[in-house]
């Protein structure tokens, strides 16, 4: 089995690459993430090596670097990070496939997912990645899988939004949020999204029909009631949530965030996959399937202009800590990249 977790190499060797890298887990960015140089990825046969063009940060970066809740520590190892980064998001070329890959050549543009990919190279699985869109830089592309992948399934799979229905998205102007929003929009859902201020002009041009400042009213208060609501920003209970849907309303729950070092909000989900079948609400959430299938089904809503990722602020490699900390900072709408240089 190859070893994912190599030590960093200090001769300079032509093996090496530019990474970032965490020895420990901590909240603060700055404090664990660290530029350095690593010994390449091997691959397997079943594997592909991709030159990373780009990557992106989002909250499950902040998550496997904090090693918070620490429910995700039997993934992300027990004591200290069991991978040298905590990066998922890959757009690149490929460099090398193993010899049991098929459908990939050195020279593909690909996106899609890998572990350790704060790096400028990752190995990946042909199962993770598809072609990049053709209309999308890789700083672009980078930005799409994991919360792309989040958003369609939430939307399309467990929402099952369709045409007519009233749509209520919270986090609307998020990496996730973003996504959702175009999505929604494009199955003819009529779609109310919660933003704060200055992000409202940001999600009414993704094709929200209408838009709540919940620094200002509360959205739930109202007498409407959703046939959907993708709940993102998580930190509303189920009780006010399910106020706000019909009878046979469906809530998708997508984000989690306490405070709590345990169960970081996820209690909330479970409470409300314990109670969906005592009720005629479907209240449930779900984890997101990083598949290639999915990412071709985003490629053809890009490549059919339905779809677009709308990236904040592309920040080079060595800045990983300080993009972490300003997706911390709660101003970035979309999404934050990284990127690598060509060579």
Known sequence: MRNTNEPVATDGGTRTMAAVV?????????AVLRPARLARPGIGPDEVLVRVRASSVDRGTWHLMAGLPYAVRPVSGLRRPRLPNPGRNIAGVVEAVGRDVTG???????????ASAFAEFAAARPDRIAPKPAGLTFEEAATVPVSGLTALQAVRDKGR???GRQVLITGAAGGVGAFAVQLAHAFGAQVTAVASTSKLDAVRALGADHVSDYTREDFLAGPRRYDVIIDIAGNRGLRDLRRSLTPRGRLVITGGETNGRWLGGTDRQL???????FTGQHLGTFI???NADGLRDLTALIDAGTLRPVVDRVYPLAETAAAVR???DGRVIGKLALTLPAE
Not at 22 to 29: H, K, N, S, V
Not at 104 to 114: I, L
């Open 271 to 277: 409470r409300a996959q314990m109670l969906s079948p």
């Open 104 to 114: 990939f050549a050195p020279g593909d543009e690909v996106y899609g997912t890998a």
């Open 288 to 290: 997101s399937s990083e």
């Open 22 to 30: 965490q020895e420990r887990y901590g909240a603060e960015p700055e």
């Open 161 to 163: 939004i369709r045409e």
């Open 326 to 328: 300003h997706l911390l």
